[in-house]
């Protein structure tokens, strides 16, 4: 499974690569390594952490969980 971390920055530029539907998770790239934030209180925690395979992969799992979360609250 993954586990959220605080969001400490590796590099001087974050870029983001995807956004799910209601900005909940951001897939993100920064130092050359990809990950999933999300905000947290005041900042934002991270996971997935590594190659673009690793965290695509579990953004992935993150947005079809989010999107049958949402479709069953309706």
Same mark, same amino acid.
């Given at each position: 499974?993954? *586990?959220?971390?605080?969001?400490?920055?590796?590099?001087?530029?974050?870029? =983001?690569? @995807?956004?799910?539907?209601?900005?909940?998770?951001?897939?993100?790239?920064?130092?050359?390594?990809?990950?999933?934030? *999300?905000?947290?209180?005041?900042?934002?925690?991270?996971?997935?952490?590594? =190659?673009? @395979?690793?965290?695509?992969?579990?953004?992935?799992?993150?947005?079809?969980?989010?999107?049958?979360?949402?479709?069953?609250?309706?």
């Amino acid at each position: 499974m993954h *586990r959220w971390e605080p969001h400490i920055p590796h590099g001087p530029r974050l870029r =983001v690569v @995807a956004v799910s539907c209601c900005d909940k998770y951001q897939l993100c790239s920064e130092a050359g390594q990809y990950f999933i934030l *999300r905000r947290a209180g005041d900042g934002y925690e991270e996971t997935g952490r590594g =190659v673009y @395979a690793k965290a695509v992969q579990l953004w992935n799992t993150l947005t079809i969980r989010h999107q049958h979360a949402e479709r069953d609250a309706s």
